[in-house]
């Protein structure tokens, strides 16, 4: 069965270093993998989106990078901030453009 | 603009009780998608309308689940004769369709918390 597998353990950094956030996904070919925030209490927030044919993708302080040989994305902060704590979702998206998995998140915490 | 609401924000009921859930997406939003998730865990897939196609339902986790998208607009996810293990949060999202094979980010809801005692 498809299955998204994040890092079950929190990741605690130190602000201005990078944090970096591993995905991997097995019995799936997704056309998209996205990253989403959530804070606590409310709904995930989309970050970015990258498609199967692309290797990486950056936002601002984001990186993005899709392996699809390994069947993995890392997600990269630069110069976390501690307003960057929070759980980060990584999630699939089929052919189809609809269905989409996600995984259970990684908690990630910035101590200044 | 306004974002996808959701209410109530929190549900308590009882065990065997029917319970009704519903989700405002974004105007003009033609996707709309039901999820589920549990403590500590990802958010599962419960069923997604697109426009005035059928809906994918392949996710409902029973047949006591159902949901149903009026007017294409307004969507009512309900549960009934509801246990303990229904207690989630359950997020609506909503997205405008792909155009030109883009896929289209979702919007998410803040929630409703639903409690089965």
């Known amino acids: 069965s498809q299955k998204i597998e994040q890092n079950s353990e929190a990741l605690n950094i130190q602000e201005g270093k990078t944090a970096t956030l591993t995905c991997n996904y097995t019995n799936y070919s997704p056309a998209y993998l996205q990253w989403y925030r959530q804070d606590p209490g409310r709904g995930p927030v989309f970050l970015l989106l990258i498609r199967e044919n692309e290797k990486e993708k950056r936002k601002e302080r984001l990186k993005v990078t899709f392996d699809t040989t390994l069947k993995q994305s890392l997600f990269h902060i630069t110069a976390s901030q501690p307003a960057d704590s929070a759980t980060y979702l990584c999630?699939?998206?089929?052919?189809?453009?609809?269905?989409?998995?996600f995984g259970a998140g990684t908690r990630l915490f910035v101590k200044a | 603009g306004a974002g996808v609401s959701q209410s109530p924000s929190n549900k308590v009921t009882e065990k065997g009780k029917d319970v009704e859930l519903r989700c405002d997406p974004i105007s003009g939003h033609t996707a709309l998608y039901w999820y589920r998730q549990s403590l500590g865990q990802g958010l599962e897939f419960l069923i997604y309308f697109q426009g005035n196609s059928a809906p994918d339902k392949s996710g409902l986790p029973s047949d006591r689940f159902s949901a149903e998208r009026t007017g294409g607009s307004v969507s009512t996810l309900t549960i009934q004769r509801t246990q303990q293990e229904d207690s989630a949060v359950y997020l609506c999202?909503?997205?405008?369709?792909?155009?030109?094979?883009?896929?289209?980010?979702?919007?998410f809801g803040p929630g409703t918390r639903l409690t089965v005692l």
């Open positions: 999202a909503s997205s405008l369709l792909p155009a030109g094979g883009l896929y289209n980010e979702q919007f």
């Open positions: 999630a699939l998206v089929g052919t189809g453009g609809f269905k989409t998995i």
